[in-house]
């Protein structure tokens, strides 16, 4: 970029960080969560076949990041299922269709019940919601503590799934892209895509937080049949 516009890099980076403090402070003041009653009225149809006290469907990402020198930071954010260090956070969509909740983020090295239970994000949930994820995240003591359905596929405990639980696992399937959908589109900013610097990471969550508010922007996550009939 400072190639491109013929400026120094260090002139570009402050004009870079001082765009993301300004965006991230911005945005941030957007209340993205859905109240229970917003979400009733507004879920989509695809969610409400699938649970209709569905509150959230979550995720984590990973961001790849440069090498840190330090080892200690080397071996916190080596990501063992991305063979890469990474910076990694939690998101999630609402039944409505947008991103609703994104989390800060942790070393790549931090597992997904950890991030759950740290992030916040189960503290926004009420008595009797429901929330959907992988069978990787092993929060169902912490759901059923607070009053909360977890939805997850069904683990194989015989031979063979039964009918009953190969149904289960399609459906669950089916809703979950849209969470994959969304963490897709946050990643089409060039900024996160592309392995990070280790000198643009001091900002690393505040960009990734910026993305995430931006990605409900760029159109709506889950199309929208139309009911007009043409005559």
């Known amino acids: 970029m400072a190639h491109l516009y013929g400026m120094a890099e260090s002139?570009?980076?402050?004009?870079?960080n001082t765009w993301v403090i300004f965006l991230h402070k911005i945005l941030r003041r957007m209340p993205i969560w859905p109240s229970r009653e917003h979400i009733t009225a507004n879920m989509l149809p695809?969610?409400?076949?699938?649970?209709?006290?569905?509150?959230?469907?979550?995720?984590c990402t990973e961001i790849y990041i440069e090498t840190p020198t330090d080892s200690w930071a080397q071996r916190d954010t080596f990501s063992n299922y991305k063979h890469h260090n990474t910076a990694k956070g939690l998101l999630a969509i609402s039944p409505t269709g947008h991103v609703s909740w994104c989390s800060p983020l942790y070393a790549g090295r931090t597992s997904d019940k950890k991030i759950v239970r740290h992030s916040g994000f189960l503290d926004r949930l009420q008595e009797e919601d429901s929330i959907m994820a992988d069978k990787g995240f092993d929060i169902q003591e912490d759901c059923s503590e607070r009053g909360i359905s977890l939805v997850i596929p069904p683990f194989l405990r015989k031979i063979q799934f039964t009918h009953l639980e190969l149904d289960s696992t399609r459906e669950i399937a089916t809703t979950r892209v849209h969470i994959e959908r969304a963490v897709r589109r946050v990643k089409e900013f060039q900024i996160v895509s592309e392995t990070v610097p280790v000198t643009n990471c001091p900002q690393l969550n505040r960009i990734y937080q910026v993305c995430c508010y931006l990605a409900n922007f760029t159109g709506p996550l889950i199309a929208i049949p139309s009911t007009n009939k043409n005559k």
């Open 11 to 16: 002139t570009i980076c402050i004009i870079l």
């Open 46 to 59: 695809c969610f409400k076949e699938c649970d209709s006290n569905l509150r959230a469907i979550i995720d």
